[in-house]
């Protein structure tokens, strides 16, 4: 199965833009590329999803690179109520697979 | 309630006892989804749902049984439970769009914590 490799944790001030790296080196071509976060003793949230372009959305901005082995979860401007875990994902095959997440604090 | 629901919201059972734990989602998507996880891990696959009455395995669906008569409702029962089988137990449902099948966002419900002594 297509696996990714995120930091474990990542810190982060207030008000400042955040930019949390992952790396998709087994994905394929077929294969999205998904974001969600999980806040404390939650579901995960989805964030964004991209297959080549980067995308915006209200939540965040994805930056993948030309070569897709990895891409950039982008939050503007981080708050504390995005403290969370966040997971990138290879999308394909009609199933998920989530790592273990970077964990996300941010510092007031 | 409008969205996806998962019940009980915590439930304590003994080992060798069937546990179903329930999901249900009144969005009428199509894909549904059943997954663990445990202290200190991301999500694990168990078992899937293209439509009613197909479901498919995930990463981890030894122990577990699904059944989905309705599109709306996807139960997981635990046959005969084991300690290593405590988890907490997410949900999650996904429209299915022609020409696009999965690639959609999930919506996961609030989970359920099981715990077997």
């Known amino acids: 199965d297509a696996k990714t490799t995120q930091p474990n944790s990542m810190e982060s001030n207030e008000e400042e833009p955040v930019h949390l790296p992952c790396n998709h080196s087994?994905?394929?071509?077929?294969?999205?590329i998904h974001w969600y976060r999980q806040l404390p003793s939650q579901g995960p949230e989805y964030v964004i999803h991209g297959l080549t372009s980067n995308v915006n959305n209200r939540m965040a901005s994805l930056a993948i690179a030309e070569d897709r082995k990895s891409s950039t979860l982008i939050l503007h401007r981080a708050t504390l109520r995005d403290a969370a875990v966040y997971y990138c994902l290879n999308f394909g095959n009609e199933k998920l697979t989530f790592g273990t997440g970077t964990r996300l604090t941010i510092i007031p | 309630d409008a969205g996806i629901t998962q019940s009980p919201r915590y439930k304590i059972t003994e080992t060798g006892r069937q546990v179903t734990l329930m999901c249900h989602q009144t969005?009428?998507?199509?894909?549904m989804f059943w997954y663990r996880q445990d202290l200190g891990h991301g999500l694990r696959l168990i078992y899937y749902s293209a439509a009613a009455d197909i479901t498919d395995k995930g990463e981890v669906p030894d122990g577990y049984v699904v059944s989905r008569s309705k599109t709306e409702n996807f139960p997981l029962t635990l046959e005969s439970a084991t300690r290593s089988q405590t988890s907490v137990y997410f949900c999650?449902?996904?429209?299915?769009?022609?020409?696009?099948?999965?690639?959609?966002?999930?919506?996961f419900g609030p989970g359920t914590r099981l715990t077997v002594l």
């Open positions: 999650a449902s996904s429209e299915s769009i022609p020409g696009l099948a999965v690639y959609n966002e999930q919506f």
């Open positions: 969005w009428s998507h199509s894909y």
């Open positions: 087994t994905i394929s071509g077929t294969d999205y």
